[in-house]
């Protein structure tokens, strides 16, 4: 699953309608929702490069690398019960997910 959404999310050379509809079948709504905005030109990479590596995983969860051209990227993946898997986040590998931005403008600076 991780690898079929990362070929899909890759092939960034295609319209914006075309890649959307391309990654569609692999996504939560949520993640579809968000992609759907995205440009595919802005996309880092255009083809995977290399085997899939489990990085983590449970009954609900899993977490895998996927190597492209641009970098590799950790595909999160998530399960509702018996249902499909779904990706639910896609980021590059050794990023924080989620990281805050940084206060450009401290309150404590003083100048002197």
Do not use: N
Request: charged content about 10%; aromatic content about 4%.
């Amino acid at each position: 699953m991780a690898t079929a959404f990362a070929l899909a999310w890759s092939s960034s050379g295609r319209s914006q309608q075309e890649w959307t509809r391309g990654i569609q079948p692999f996504v939560t709504p949520a993640l579809g929702a968000g992609l759907a905005q995205t440009d595919p030109a802005r996309v880092p990479a255009t083809k995977v490069t290399g085997e899939a590596v489990l990085l983590t995983a449970s009954a609900t969860s899993a977490q895998v690398r996927v190597p492209t051209d641009g970098g590799s990227i950790v595909v999160t993946l998530k399960r509702a019960g018996s249902g499909p898997w779904q990706v639910s986040d896609v980021a590059p590998a050794g990023q924080p997910p989620g990281a805050p931005t940084p206060d450009l403008h401290p309150a404590s600076l003083s100048r002197s």
